[in-house]
């Protein structure tokens, strides 16, 4: 079910509510019209990311299709679960498959941004007639062991800061170390996406520190973590474009390689001067994107 529960109609979107299967409660920004003639754009964030992000992207693309942005649970505005295990991939898929039914979304294109792109590749086993065709930004079915940890390690601590200014550099330091293409403004901007106040003006990043539980206990399992390979599969039929920062260590070159080698069609862009992840305002992300959309 969905409850609308603002307008804003100076940024061209509204906002719902959705219940999760069991209630606890998603936010969703709503951009462009439902009865636009273009498949809609489904965007999901990566792992502590939410709508945020998308905001830039949806306002390029709502005039002619509506953009779906939720933050997945524990992330944004959306509920925080009591008990961590709510945060499983097949808990998140489950939400997202929620807010398709909700808000009316039979098919779409999915923009996946890093753990959105898992959940992507998701959809295309669940329920493959969803998708329309998909954007993987910077993910792809291999990801180093000690990548997850350290992912894993920096969702748990909310690391508060005193000011946006002292956000925007940790921000720089822990997510920019060695780009190339990003000013101050850039690193504020990103940190007004990443964190949110609290009534002392203490700035803390805006998501539940227990999302990376089930991370860091699949990083412990080893041997039983998914085959990711056979969930890229799933995309097989499906028209997919890669985008991978040149810096990045989640995504490689190699992982990127064998990607096009077990799926001839695929497009891959690989986005100079960034690290993970292309932050989708680079001239060559959009220039990919709007062409690859344009087709769709």
């Given at each position: 079910m969905s409850s609308p529960i603002a307008v804003h109609e100076a940024q061209a979107y509204c906002e719902h509510q959705v219940s999760a299967r069991d209630g606890l409660r998603l936010y969703?920004?709503?951009?462009?019209?439902?009865?636009?003639?273009?498949?809609?754009?489904?965007?999901?964030?990566?792992?502590?990311?939410?709508?945020?992000?998308?905001?830039?992207?949806?306002?390029?693309?709502?005039?002619?299709?509506?953009?779906?942005?939720?933050?997945?649970?524990?992330?944004?505005?959306?509920?925080?679960?009591?008990?961590?295990?709510?945060?499983?991939?097949?808990?998140?898929?489950?939400?997202?498959?929620?807010?398709?039914?909700?808000?009316?979304?039979?098919?779409?294109?999915?923009?996946?941004?890093?753990?959105?792109?898992?959940?992507?590749?998701?959809?295309?086993?669940?329920?493959?007639?969803?998708?329309?065709?998909?954007?993987?930004?910077?993910?792809?079915?291999?990801?180093?062991?000690?990548?997850t940890a350290r992912i894993a390690g920096y969702i748990a601590e909310h690391r508060p800061q005193p000011s946006w200014q002292a956000?925007?550099?940790?921000?720089?330091?822990?997510?920019?170390?060695?780009?190339?293409?990003?000013?101050?403004?850039?690193?504020?901007?990103?940190?007004?996406?990443?964190?949110?106040?609290?009534?002392?003006?203490?700035?803390?990043?805006?998501?539940?520190?227990?999302?990376?539980?089930?991370?860091g206990a699949a990083v412990k399992g080893g041997s039983n973590a998914p085959d990711l390979w056979r969930l890229f599969g799933a995309l097989k039929a499906v028209p997919t474009l890669v985008l991978r920062g040149a810096l990045s260590r989640i995504l490689t070159p190699e992982t990127l390689a064998r990607m096009a080698q077990a799926k001839p069609d695929l497009i891959a862009v690989t986005v100079p001067g960034i690290g993970h992840m292309p932050l989708l305002d680079e001239p060559e992300a959009l220039e990919a994107i709007d062409g690859f959309l344009a087709r769709v």
């Open positions: 969703v920004r709503d951009y462009g019209r439902r009865s636009a003639a273009r498949s809609p754009l489904l965007c999901l964030p990566g792992f502590t990311r939410d709508s945020r992000d998308f905001h830039d992207l949806a306002l390029r693309h709502a005039r002619n299709r509506r953009v779906v942005c939720p933050d997945l649970l524990g992330r944004g505005s959306s509920d925080y679960a009591s008990q961590p295990a709510r945060y499983t991939p097949t808990a998140m898929l489950e939400d997202v498959l929620d807010v398709m039914d909700a808000l009316g979304v039979e098919r779409a294109v999915v923009i996946g941004a890093s753990f959105g792109g898992f959940l992507a590749m998701g959809l295309g086993a669940a329920r493959p007639r969803s998708l329309t065709s998909v954007i993987l930004n910077d993910v792809g079915p291999d990801v180093d062991r000690r990548e956000a925007a550099a940790h921000a720089r330091e822990t997510l920019g170390k060695g780009w190339s293409r990003q000013d101050d403004e850039t690193w504020l901007r990103l940190a007004r996406q990443s964190y949110s106040e609290k009534p002392d003006g203490t700035l803390v990043l805006d998501h539940d520190p227990k999302i990376g539980v089930p991370l």
